[in-house]
Nanobody, 126 residues
Framework: QVQLVESGGGLVQAGGSLRLSCAAS????????MGWFRQAPGKEREFVAA????????QHADSVKGRFTISRDNAKNTVYLQMNSLKPEDTGVYYC???????????????????WGQGTQVTVSS
């Protein structure tokens, strides 16, 4: 079972930036797509961004397009989420997850991911 450890969360003012990292254990990191999800207080977990095993394909939720960028470094077994122009509504716990496959058209569905990190808190103040 892969272990995923997120870092980089914190408190930032609106308009600021944060970079989240997710380090994965194991030797097969590049074989699997990765995703970021978030959960705000009192709300359901929602899709943020996904990336294919090679990093050649990415998708972002409409709410973060143009502000967030997912990327990965397979040599470091790490996936990143660069978050710019943060808004208070971006506040929540951010989770990284490993998909069951290299890539899937249903990348936005949490059920397709079989391993999850513990989450990192992001708080954006107005």
């Amino acid at each position: 079972q892969v272990q995923l450890v997120e870092s980089g969360g914190g408190l930032v003012q609106a308009g600021g930036s944060l970079r989240l990292s997710c380090a994965a254990s194991g030797r097969t990191f590049s074989l699997y797509g990765m995703g970021w999800f978030r959960q705000a207080p009192g709300k359901e977990r929602e899709f943020v961004a996904a990336i294919s095993g090679s990093g050649g394909t990415t998708q972002h939720a409409d709410s973060v397009k143009g502000r967030f960028t997912i990327s990965r470094d397979n040599a470091k077994n790490t996936v990143y989420l660069q978050m710019n122009s943060l808004k208070p509504e971006d506040t929540g716990v951010y989770y990284c997850a490993r998909h069951r496959y290299y890539w899937a058209d249903t990348y936005y569905e949490s059920s397709g991911y079989d391993s999850w990190g513990q989450g990192t808190q992001v708080t954006v103040s107005s």
